[in-house]
């Protein structure tokens, strides 16, 4: 389903006649629900980058959304798995920046950095494999997601759409549900990938 479809669909069954800028509000509220619940295999991305010798954070790339796995490579290739772990278990294991070697867990901070311990005591390599934010289907046309998920991405804006105008309760009702069963497909497909992720 491309964008003009789903827009079509939504006024079409809500038999309300709404704005541009309120579908396009609708169909992105449903976007942002259903990646914050489902972390899709088909949405994930690859980045190298270099830490910083004796340089405790790392800056994450613009578009991340949620990490994978973080790997430290050495310059014979060898790479090291980090652990995610809480930021104040990271300043009580390292309490001074001073405390350098292999990076071996690391923290988010924020939205935009990381915190690695221990410092880094060389310029290493690092490999993210992370969960990016899409371009919406409202400016992109079409999507992955409106292309295999259209019940998921079809039902949640009807479900925005429905509370906006103030809709009777057995409708939302009605759009959750099949929602609910459509974002239940979702997450069963993403397990298998989410199981054979690199997890302690």
């Known amino acids: 389903m491309n964008y ?12 309300q006649t709404f704005t541009t800028d309120q579908l396009d509000m609708f169909i992105k509220q449903a976007e942002q629900e259903i990646y914050n ?3 899709l295999p088909a949405l994930r991305k690859a980045f190298s980058g270099n830490l910083s010798q004796y ?3 790392f800056t994450l790339p613009s578009d991340y959304l949620y990490i994978h796995s973080i790997a430290v490579v050495e310059s014979d290739n060898t790479y090291h798995m980090l652990l995610n772990k809480d930021v104040n278990f990271i300043r009580e294991a390292y309490p001074r920046p001073l405390n350098v070697g292999l990076p071996k867990h690391y923290a988010l ?4 950095q990381m ?5 880094p ?19 992109a046309g079409a999507t992955w997601l409106g292309e295999h998920f259209d019940a998921a991405l079809l039902n949640r804006s ?6 906006f105008i103030k809709g009777e309760q057995d409708m939302v009702a009605l759009y959750e549900k099949h929602y609910m069963l459509a974002i239940q497909a979702l ?14």
């Open 158 to 163: 009807l479900m925005e759409a429905i509370r």
């Open 55 to 57: 340089n405790a954070t």
């Open 115 to 119: 915190l690695l311990g221990p410092t």
């Open 4 to 15: 003009s479809e789903l827009k079509a669909n939504i006024a079409d069954i809500v038999e």
């Open 109 to 112: 901070l924020n939205q935009t």
């Open 187 to 200: 997450i069963s497909g993403s397990d298998k990938l989410a199981t054979d992720s690199y997890r302690i």
């Open 37 to 39: 619940t489902v972390r």
């Open 121 to 139: 005591n060389a310029a290493y390599n690092v490999d993210i494999q992370y969960g990016y934010s899409p371009e919406s289907i409202v400016t």
